[in-house]
């Protein structure tokens, strides 16, 4: 168990719609990546902020966003889901914001757009 | 663009064979790290190299970092049916992290 916690672990929705992934880094940990992996495409970095702020910015469509609340948890948002968007979610957290940290992965969620 | 590639991207060895997998990338990184991601699994961090031409090792693992930057290497000595997973380098180039492609490694009893 790495300490890092994500909900829900399985969404199935369909194409058009919105959805809303929750991330909680590890107790003390200010940073927090999102990662999306699918079968073809491998783990692709989408998003990190660090104490509530953007701090990089990977390969993220419009489509999507995310956010750090006060409280350090974060969400990714997913709307006009396309097929294929259909992946797995990792978030991951880590003590600072540089280069030099080592992530904690959360056990993802799994999305599935029918 | 940057792109983290990783050979090869399957293995399968007879337990108690070595293993490496080599990472490139076609920019140069401020570090490497190394992850696991057993089947099923999260990716679980293994180790960070941050100077150039770095060795480091953790029993059976041996990890480079090559003298550019650009490269890496991670050796397992004498595998086991635990070595099981899928291996990914990750790197740093500018604020932007980039994940290898992965190889998965498949230990034959």
């Known amino acids: 168990d790495s300490g890092v916690t994500q909900t829900p672990k399985h969404l199935i929705t369909a194409t058009g719609q919105r959805v809303t992934l929750r991330c909680s880094p590890r107790s003390g940990d200010l940073s927090v990546y999102w990662y999306q992996q699918s079968l073809d495409q491998g783990l692709q970095f989408l998003i990190q902020?660090?104490?509530?702020?953007?701090?990089a910015k990977g390969n993220i469509l419009e489509r999507f966003s995310a956010q750090q609340f006060p409280d350090l948890h974060s969400e990714l948002n997913l709307s006009s889901l396309e097929l294929g968007d259909s992946a797995l979610y990792f978030c991951?957290?880590?003590?600072?914001?540089?280069?030099?940290?080592?992530?904690?992965f959360g056990p993802g969620t799994r999305l599935t757009v029918l | 663009g940057q792109q983290v590639m990783q050979i090869p991207q399957y293995q399968h060895v007879q337990e108690g064979e070595d293993f490496t997998t080599y990472c490139n990338s076609s920019t140069t990184l401020s570090n490497i790290q190394w992850y696991k991601q057993r089947p099923g699994g999260h990716p679980v961090f293994l180790i960070q190299l941050v100077k150039s031409g770095e060795v480091k090792k953790q029993k059976r693992l041996t990890f480079q970092f090559g003298e550019a930057k650009k490269n890496s290497s991670l050796h397992i000595t004498a595998t086991q049916t635990t070595d099981v997973g899928t291996y990914f380098c990750?790197?740093?180039?500018?604020?932007?992290?980039?994940f290898g492609t992965g190889t998965s490694l498949t230990v034959i009893p």
């Open positions: 990750a790197g740093r180039a500018g604020n932007q992290f980039y």
């Open positions: 991951a957290s880590s003590v600072g914001g540089g280069r030099a940290n080592e992530q904690f």
């Open positions: 902020y660090y104490n509530g702020e953007e701090r």
